[in-house]
């Protein structure tokens, strides 16, 4: 095996590293194919400062830790070489000897690609492979900025049981030439991937992360996945990107003790471990480890072109006593509650992604009433883009849950969310944190008979699609799945035989269809004024109703009968007159309802000086029922 020629690194990289401002870090460290003296090979590049030696150990030498030692670049704490020889797809690891003299085979933490597991060896690999055919999209979404005002749904999906050819994991190729249809017909906008980044255990979801810059070889390799963004870029389709920088796992062989000492982590297990998931916890303050999960952010969009990021767990983040005891957490220098070091972070990072990717959007899940999670940074906020709303989520589906005869003495639940629904740019999430861990599916959640459950599961989607703010949707709710969700095995699509089932999805296409045609339903999502109440105090019929408004466009009224009982002559206010269509009805036979409705439409009335709006519609309110009207045109 030929020897390892020294590298050089520029100084100019070494300062941007230095200071954690390299946001193309991970071209300069890992396994790069390169070419010395003529000869073509792979440049290795690993940070490990505090190690007394490093070898790389592969298919190409044998796995000798003798063969390719790797030199000091300056006092950086980066180790490199180049290896004559060395080829594209060729397993390899890092055999570093630590501090203390212990040896241990640690993995890449910027590989590009890894084997599949169980094995966890990186894989030699470039990133210029792939030639991309999604310009046009890219040009469009940077000309369009941000989605504030656009139709926005999204389809949250895990590849791995989604579908799969027996016990076997789809191709990223096939999942785009199956997934991507499917999604487009039924009106999504955007198909959100649950953690992507290799993981060696199936049952995390991918949120137990050990290698950063790999798409998991599960489904293929980075130019499958590569094909597989260029495909839903070509139908239409946004994809956004669960990511994980919160945390990661102990595993020897991975990021945790790197070169014996407690490098990407901080030391102290009050910072530096996650007392529920058992995993490390990064150390936010140290530059290197910042430029590891920024350039790692952005890699992800400029090498993969993603259309956004939703960052997972962002209040273990936040707060340094997140899920701790008294005594068991350190305040920051003020003496506070706040990580100082993880705010500073996903500020820098969300600027930087807002500046540099046009039209890439940035989500947060969190949990608490954190002030100005979406608002911008220099306005004192952290700079996302949009906020999941777990409070409406919650109080939605506890709401829903119960026996329609109970609700009317629990309408706050409903209305609730409408007092802080603007406090945030907020997305409404059904996600699949909602349907494991025994919580069952969405429709086992919901009371009463079978059509009683699949009209309330009706119901629950047009709230949720009414209600202001972005939509999001967990895979199998769309046809109504009874099972709870199983990662290791696909969704139920025999259900799909079914019309009651059929008739579900009938349901989410159109209230997508209605989403993306009427611009009152989302033009005006993350603003008062794209809000009216109707009437929120009907309690004692458990119904609730109001208007979605944009400026130059035809309101929506929405009215909600959270009964199974029918409602002939219920009179509500409107704010024109003449017929109003009706364009949506839950109770539809092509969803699987009773067909009570309007026959198309009503015609408003003066009101006279009763009530807060000059008309009023008198229509039939169909049971576990929504409805939508707008004026005809």
């Known amino acids: 095996m030929p020897e390892t020629i020294p590298v050089y690194i520029a100084p100019f990289d070494l300062y941007l590293f230095g200071s954690g401002k390299h946001w193309d870090l991970y071209k300069i460290l890992g396994a790069h194919p390169d070419v010395e003296d003529g ?8 940070w490990a400062p505090n190690a007394k030696d490093i070898s790389v150990v592969g298919d190409f030498n044998g796995w000798d830790s003798s063969a390719n030692p790797l030199y000091c670049v300056g006092s950086s704490g980066i180790r490199a070489g180049f290896i004559p020889g060395v080829t594209q797809g060729q397993h390899y690891k890092y055999d570093v000897t630590q501090y203390d003299g212990t040896r241990v085979v640690k993995t890449d933490p910027y590989a590009i690609k890894t084997e599949m597991r169980p094995g966890t060896a990186s894989v030699t690999w470039s990133l210029d492979n792939y030639e991309w055919n999604d310009t046009d999209w890219m040009e469009e979404r940077k000309a369009k900025g941000l989605p504030m005002k656009e139709a926005l749904s999204c389809y949250e999906v895990h590849l791995g049981s989604w579908s799969r050819s027996g016990w076997d994991y789809l191709n990223y190729r096939d999942l785009a030439e199956k997934l991507v249809p499917y999604v487009k017909d039924l009106g999504f906008t955007h198909i959100e991937m649950l953690p992507i980044a290799e993981h060696p255990l199936d049952e995390s979801w991918g949120y ?6 790999a798409p998991t070889s599960r489904h293929g390799t980075p130019d499958d996945f590569r094909y597989f963004i260029d495909y839903c870029h070509k139908e239409g389709i946004g994809v956004i990107l669960d990511w994980v ?6 595993d020897s062989w991975g990021l945790g003790r790197f070169d014996g000492t407690a490098l990407y982590e901080h030391a102290d297990p009050r910072k530096g471990e996650h007392p529920d998931w058992g995993t490390y916890i990064f150390n936010f303050g140290r530059h290197e480890v910042r430029n590891f999960l920024l350039s790692n952010a952005l890699y992800w969009l400029k090498e993969f072109h993603i259309d956004g990021i939703r960052i997972d767990a962002v209040a273990s983040m936040l707060y340094l006593d997140y899920s701790r005891r ?3 957490w350190i305040p920051n220098e003020h ?3 706040e990580n100082l070091e993880a705010i500073e972070l996903i500020k820098e990072l969300n600027t930087v992604v807002h500046e540099h990717f046009p039209g890439a959007i940035m989500v947060a899940e969190e949990s608490t009433s954190w002030p100005g999670v979406s608002r911008p940074v220099y306005t004192g906020g952290l700079g996302f883009t949009f906020k999941w709303n777990m409070g409406w989520m919650n109080d939605t589906l506890d709401y829903m849950e119960k026996e329609p005869v109970h609700r009317k003495y629990h ?9 802080y629904a603007f406090s945030e740019n907020f997305f409404l999430p059904l996600s699949h944190d909602e349907v494991v861990h025994g919580k069952g599916a969405l429709l086992s959640k919901m009371p009463g008979d079978m059509w009683q459950q699949m009209a309330n599961l009706r119901l629950l989607y047009s709230y949720q699609w009414a209600h202001p703010g972005k939509k999001l949707l967990f895979m199998g709710g769309e046809f109504g799945q009874w099972n709870e969700w199983d990662c290791r095995r696909e969704l139920d699509w025999m259900l799909k035989r079914f019309p009651s089932h059929n008739g579900i999805s009938n349901t989410v296409r159109d209230l997508n269809k209605i989403l993306k045609e009427n611009p009152a339903m989302h033009e005006e999502d993350v603003d008062w004024s794209g809000f009216e109440w109707v009437n929120f105090n009907d309690y004692s019929s458990s119904v609730i109703s109001f208007l979605r408004k944009a400026e130059g466009s035809s309101p929506v009224l929405w009215v909600f009968n959270f009964t199974p009982v029918v409602r ?5 206010g409107c704010p024109l007159p003449g017929e109003w269509e009706e364009i949506f009805n839950s109770d539809a036979s092509v969803y699987g309802g009773s067909n009570v409705g309007n026959n198309g439409g009503v015609v408003a009335e003066k009101a006279g000086d009763i009530g807060a709006f000059p008309y009023y519609l008198t229509m039939t309110l169909p049971p576990l029922g929504a409805i939508a009207f707008r004026p005809a045109e």
């Not at 137990?208 to 810059?213: G, V």
């Not at 002939?568 to 509500?572: H, I, V």
């Open 326 to 328: 008294e005594g068991q």
């Open 208 to 213: 137990q992360t050990t290698h950063y810059f």
């Open 411 to 419: 309408q706050n639940s409903l209305t609730f969310s409408m007092i």
């Open 335 to 337: 003496g506070g509650n």
């Open 39 to 46: 000869v073509e090979g792979y440049r290795f590049a690993v």
């Open 245 to 250: 920088p919160g945390h990661f796992p102990k």
């Open 568 to 572: 002939e002559g219920y009179c509500l």
